[in-house]
């Protein structure tokens, strides 16, 4: 297997290449958890890999509680299914208290305070109530709990989130809502601790394999010694292969992948494809490495040709249009520039409003 072959089978495996979902409720169960602080963009990460879904479409499974949003895992948002959110949290949430910590002791939040400020949050949101964060701040301001600092009490309400007391409610136009997560999930199925490590190692090499044990640790937040746990406890479900000295796994029944030549992909950013590893080399070419300027700029909207990134994309949103630009590291043959404009055309379609590209294709 080469880095090209890696990157072709984590496009097919991170059902870019292949929408065999109908709904991106199912896009979400396969990926285990997809990141999401840009929601927007994270809208458009289900839909790239979803079968003939919309922005509408996506909306609504928020808005119904189909899908949720939540900080899980390193820590920030992502969405989840409903049917795992609460394992999840009870594996990843003790990893990401410890490493906010220190936080909690310079914002000078404590046990006592968390527990104060959960029982608030959850008599406030009794009853089907769905409150936005203006609206919560004001409550615990009210009932003595400082709050006015924004950063405290994005604090309070992520280590209510970790706990299992609060999750993503439907928007209220574009300000987001907070409910109870007993009454926004009444029932979902709850792992003890060895299945839910056994459970998080399948789904994530399932997902984003061929992918290293490390890459498997940043994505998590679990330590090595969880992490390599996990892995020998579903190492038989898995195939192991070692490219230039390094182990990566991947599912025993993962297919071949077809040939992408001349394929492009407009990824958003913070997408699965590139925020999944730690070691990112798979995905564009080391020739292209100092135009990102720091690593974390592969994380930046891309654009995907042959599996490998060749350069990053903005959008400039109108009344009735999306401009879209694309900054390219190399120059597309007539062949490539017709596979971005119907790149771009797919992502209009998403939208359900034009898109224009701001660049001479010619």
């Not at 301001?141 to 706990?163: H, N, S, W």
């Amino acid at each position: 297997m080469t880095n090209l072959r890696i990157a072709y089978q984590r496009l097919h495996n991170q059902l870019i290449t292949q929408q065999k979902f109908e709904n991106a409720c199912d896009v979400v169960k396969w990926m285990c958890a997809v990141q999401s602080q840009d929601y927007a963009a994270a809208k458009w990460a289900l839909g790239l890999r979803t079968q003939n879904s919309t922005d509408e479409i996506v909306e609504q499974a928020f808005t119904e509680g189909s899908i949720l949003r939540t900080h899980v895992m390193r820590p920030t948002w992502h969405f989840v299914s409903p049917a795992d959110i609460r394992w999840l949290l009870a594996l990843t949430s003790p990893r990401v208290n410890a490493g906010n910590a220190s936080w909690y002791r310079r914002l000078e939040l404590d046990d006592t305070l968390f527990m104060r400020s959960n029982a608030v949050l959850t008599k406030t949101l009794q009853g089907g109530k769905q409150l936005t964060r203006a609206e919560l701040m004001s409550v615990l301001q009210r009932v003595g709990i400082v709050a006015d600092q924004l950063l405290r009490f994005t604090y309070i309400l992520m280590r209510a989130e970790m706990d299992g007391i609060i999750c993503s409610g439907a928007r209220r136009g574009k300000q987001f809502t907070y409910a109870l997560l007993d009454e926004r999930v009444p029932q979902a199925r709850t792992l003890d601790r060895e299945e839910s490590l056994a459970e998080l190692t399948t789904r994530y090499f399932t997902s984003h394999g061929p992918a290293t044990l490390q890459d498997f640790v940043w994505w998590s937040g679990l330590t090595v010694a969880d992490a390599r746990a996990g892995l020998d406890m579903v190492r038989s479900q898995l195939v192991l292969e070692v490219i230039d000295g390094q182990i990566y796994w991947h599912s025993a029944s993962m297919p071949s992948a077809n040939d992408l030549s001349q394929t492009i992909y407009l990824l958003p950013n913070f997408d699965e494809y590139t925020v999944g590893y730690t070691d990112r080399s798979a995905i564009f070419d080391v020739s292209d490495a100092e135009k990102f300027g720091t690593r974390g700029n592969v994380l930046n909207p891309t654009i995907l040709l042959d599996g490998l990134v060749v350069g990053t994309w903005k959008r400039t949103i109108k009344k009735d249009t999306v401009t879209l630009t694309p900054g390219l590291f190399t120059t597309l043959t007539k062949a490539e520039s017709l596979a971005l404009v119907e790149s771009a055309n797919r992502y209009s379609s998403f939208l359900n409003i034009p898109v224009n590209i701001d660049f001479n294709l010619s």
